[in-house]
Structure formats: C-alpha cells, structure tokens
C-alpha cells in the first residue's frame, strides 16, 4: 500500500537545516569560478540563493542569519567586509516586512520584490565600493543587474528543488 512506504520514516534534521546554509554558501563560492570579463556580469549568486530561500520558505531562515552568512559572503565577494552583512541584514528585515504587511503572495510578487532587492544590493554594493559614485560607474552593473533579474526565477526553483531533497523522508533505524 502507499501509506506503508511512510512508515517508520522522519525528515533528518541535520539535512532539513544544513541544505539552506549549505546553498547559500556554495552559491557565495560563485567568485572563485574561473571567469574572465571586463566588467561585473556574474549575479551575486549567494544573495540570489539567500533571497530565494527566504522568499519560497519564509520561515526557514531566521532573522540573524543574514550576519554570518554575509560574513562568509564577503570573504569571497571581493566587496569591502562588512557590505554583505549589512545589506543581507537589511534585506532580511525588508522581507520580514513585507511578509508581515502583504501576507499573500504570487510569482509576480515574488519576482518583484526580488528583483527591488538585487537592484538596491547591486547598487549600494557599488557605492560601498569605496570608487567616487558617478553614472557610468553604476551604469557598469547593468548587465550583471539584468542577468541577476532574469535568473532569479530559476534560481527560485532550484530552491524548490534542494527543500524537496531536504524534506526527503530518511528510514528511522530503532
């Protein structure tokens, strides 16, 4: 029967905590690629990951999280230490209240707010760069801007895909 293939079956809790950080930090690993090019164009991929996860399970991550996994982030972002744990922070708190002020949600929804938060990450990123702020020099991460935007919803389904492995049921060995 198919009730007897869940039986005696529970969600390892080392797997159901450890795949969102595991994610999201292999995704700030995205810098160490071997990739060429004149300006920035690879997407901030631990953000996109990080934000992902926060978006299709909103009560998986808390709060604080943003502190230490920004932390790791800025250890291979090349960004000055300290960027990535402010604005991860930050855009924990914004998605907070969001969620607390427009409890339904949607694909557009979703993909808006996510693309608000990549614009205002990618731009103060630029201006804390510590380079005099001018509008070529933030016209430079469009590019990367509009790739991070038209990824996202893949990124957001990859998401989907590691919390089915995460919730994946393990035998209970008695």
Not at 42 to 67: D, Q, S, Y
Not at 142 to 154: E, G, K, N, R, T
Request: glycine share 8%.
């Amino acid at each position: 029967s198919q009730s007897g293939k869940t039986i005696n079956r529970d969600y390892s809790p080392i797997v159901a905590r450890g795949v969102p950080v595991a994610t999201i930090m292999a995704g700030s690993l995205a810098p160490l690629l071997p990739l060429i090019a004149t300006g920035p164009v690879v997407p901030p991929l631990g953000f996109m990951i990080f934000l992902a996860w926060r978006i299709v399970r909103p009560g998986i991550l808390p709060l604080w999280i943003g502190l230490p996994l920004g932390a790791f982030d800025d250890l291979f972002s090349g960004q000055p230490f300290g960027c990535a744990i402010m604005l991860w922070s930050l855009a924990m708190l914004v998605l907070e209240a969001l969620e607390a002020r427009f409890p339904w949600r949607g694909f557009v929804h979703d993909w808006g707010t996510a693309s608000a938060l990549l614009a205002a990450y990618l731009g103060l990123s630029a201006l804390l760069t510590g380079t005099p702020p001018s509008l070529p020099h933030l016209l430079l991460i469009l590019p990367q801007l509009s790739l991070s935007v038209l990824l996202f919803p893949i990124i957001a389904r990859l998401v989907a895909l590691f919390d089915r492995i995460r919730l994946y049921r393990v035998r209970v060995v008695d």
